[in-house]
């Protein structure tokens, strides 16, 4: 597999493309080349060709105050787990939510994902950057951790191959995806934006997995997806 040494000479949506084709398990890094982050380095862990970790300096909300902000954690609760990581530096903020029982684990699973998305969109700006690949060695995953599939890391990206396209297939494709979003929240598209929030909030409590306590395990799992592509609807016609 031969990638290409600079991103400038590609994109990472045909990287992260050709390196889930090849299934491949390793550690894509990406160091920028030159200014004020000359040698800065970021990593895409990839197991068998997808993506399951990304490390990277660009800031991120940290998982206990994700779930705040989502309404899945209190303040008391966000407490109680930063004085546990203080204690416990070593270990994970999402095994300590489900071990002490502050969130379940099926939340904490959907918020880990929302995370590693947001550190992944964050290199999708890197202008330019050293592309290297490293086989991975002595890395176990969490049982916890998350795991983006193709339509998380694929979908929708910018590709070198694309360039010569059309702009206008991209804004009707774009048109059609925020179309769909005001769909899944149940309005019409071009609604208000109180009509959007009033949509959100009623519709992600109905389906919030906190409000079903006697939920199955694959009960749960679906209440998780539904949450899960109610905020990402919310996210895509409001603009946050």
């Known amino acids: 597999m031969n990638l290409p040494g600079r991103l400038t000479r590609t994109t990472l949506g045909d990287l992260l493309g050709m390196l889930h084709r090849e299934g491949a398990s390793g550690i894509l890094e990406l160091v920028e080349p030159s200014g004020s982050r000359a040698g800065r380095s970021h990593r895409v862990f990839f197991t068998a060709g997808l993506v399951d970790d990304v490390e990277t300096d660009h800031a991120h909300p940290p998982l206990g105050e994700l779930l705040v902000r989502e309404g899945a954690l209190d303040r008391g609760?966000?407490?109680?787990?930063?004085r546990r990581l203080l204690v416990e530096p070593g270990r994970?903020?999402?095994?300590?939510?489900?071990?002490?029982?502050?969130?379940?684990?099926?939340?904490?699973?959907?918020?880990?994902?929302w995370q590693l998305r947001a550190r992944l969109e964050a290199l999708f700006r890197l202008p330019d950057g050293h592309v290297r690949f490293h086989v991975r060695r002595g890395r176990e995953r969490s049982r916890l951790s998350a795991l983006l599939t193709p339509r998380d890391f694929l979908h929708g990206r910018r590709r070198a191959r694309a360039e010569g396209g059309s702009r206008a297939t991209g804004m009707l494709r774009e048109e059609a995806e925020k179309?769909?979003?005001?769909?899944?929240?149940?309005?019409?598209?071009?609604?208000?934006?109180?009509?959007?929030?009033?949509?959100?909030?009623r519709l992600a409590a109905e389906h919030?997995?906190?409000?079903?306590?006697?939920?199955?395990?694959?009960?749960?799992?679906?209440?998780?997806?539904?949450?899960?592509?109610?905020?990402?609807?919310?996210?895509?016609?409001?603009?946050?």
Do not use: C, M, W
Not at 92 to 112: K, P, W
Not at 195 to 200: G, K
Not at 211 to 233: C, D, I, N, Y
């Open 77 to 82: 609760s966000l407490a109680t787990l930063l």
């Open 208 to 240: 919030h997995p906190d409000r079903h306590p006697g939920a199955s395990v694959e009960e749960l799992r679906a209440l998780v997806q539904k949450f899960t592509r109610l905020t990402a609807a919310y996210q895509a016609v409001s603009g946050k």
């Open 179 to 201: 179309e769909a979003a005001y769909r899944v929240l149940g309005l019409e598209p071009g609604a208000d934006a109180p009509s959007v929030r009033q949509a959100y909030r």
């Open 92 to 113: 994970r903020a999402g095994e300590i939510l489900v071990t002490e029982r502050l969130a379940n684990e099926a939340l904490v699973g959907a918020a880990l994902r």
